[in-house]
């Protein structure tokens, strides 16, 4: 019989299930672990899934077993949930829409990481009040290392990025994956051109380092760090900041200062769980909150 605890989240009544499933079996993280991580993480998680349709990874049986990418509200979602109807070109169903869920408050994060949706993933881009699509108001380079290639690498081409962008007046926010990479944010006001421009920066970085590829063919990624500027597309979507990963531990997409990417020298150094991240934001508050403005 399924265990449902009923609680009551900033006013919504929610029906919790399955609380001490373990979803992280290497160190027996329950889902009522992730369920409190992201309560306890909202605070600096909300501003940056503020008008951003939601894209959920959904892992019922833990890391270790199936999962699904869901984009469309589920069918019980409550009323309550803000959702937006927009386009979905290419959709691998194919729906001419999709209805997203926006998570912009604590009874929806709740709701979601009750459906074991471990791991958010969000565009660079938000909808208005009226659910319109507004610009990208963020640029992002994915940073992926290929073996033997690490984080240590990505540090490197990320503080080349950092005066590459810096010299086109823009400044940029470091970040993990919360797996072996890591990300750059930009805050961006110029227009929809942010692909445009991250494949042109990307080129010229792969020209000038011959440690940098731009290329995402597997075979050209050996021992070099990879600038995925393709995330760029309105289509698609990165890991939000704070979000859990479905790693071997619980560990969690973490921003990080400019210090910390200079002095990194092995990859241990830049591996945060959900413990460290809470300690972390204890500390520090937001280290991106710059992008929330």
């Not at 899934?49 to 509200?73: A, H, I, S, W």
């Not at 949930?81 to 998570?103: C, H, W, Y």
């Not at 945060?272 to 280290?287: C, I, P, Q």
């Amino acid at each position: 019989m399924t265990e449902k605890v009923r609680v009551k989240v900033e006013g919504r009544l929610l029906v919790l299930t399955n609380l001490d499933k373990v979803l992280y079996p290497d160190t027996a993280f329950t889902k009522a672990e992730v369920i409190d991580y992201y309560t306890r993480i909202a605070p600096v998680l909300l501003p940056h899934l503020k008008g951003r349709p939601l894209t959920v990874k959904r892992y019922p049986n833990g890391v270790d077993g199936q999962f699904f990418f869901e984009k469309n509200v589920p069918e019980h979602t409550p009323d309550w949930v803000r959702t937006v109807t927009l386009p979905a070109p290419g959709s691998t169903k194919n729906r001419e829409e999709i209805d997203f869920a926006v998570v912009e408050d604590l009874p929806t994060l709740v709701y979601y990481a009750n459906l074991a949706a471990l791991e958010i993933h969000v565009p660079m881009w938000r909808v208005a009040k009226d659910g319109e699509p507004q610009p990208p108001d963020t640029l992002v380079f994915d940073l992926d290392p290929g073996a033997p290639a690490t984080i240590v690498d990505c540090c490197r081409v990320a503080v080349l990025l950092r005066q590459a962008l810096a010299d086109d007046g823009l400044e940029c926010h470091p970040k993990t994956s919360g797996q072996k990479g890591m990300q750059l944010y930009v805050p961006w006001d110029r227009g929809p051109g942010t692909s445009d421009y991250a494949k042109a920066l990307a080129r010229r970085m792969q020209a000038e380092h011959p440690f940098v590829t731009s290329v995402m063919a597997k075979k050209e990624r050996p021992g070099k760090v990879f600038i995925d500027w393709s995330q760029n597309n309105p289509a698609k979507t990165t890991v939000a900041p704070y979000s859990l990963r479905a790693a071997a531990r619980p560990t969690a997409s973490t921003p990080l200062s400019w210090e910390e990417v200079e002095a990194c020298d092995s990859p241990d150094q830049l591996v945060f769980t959900a413990s460290d991240v809470l300690e972390r934001v204890a500390e520090h508050g937001d280290m991106f909150g710059a992008l929330t403005v």
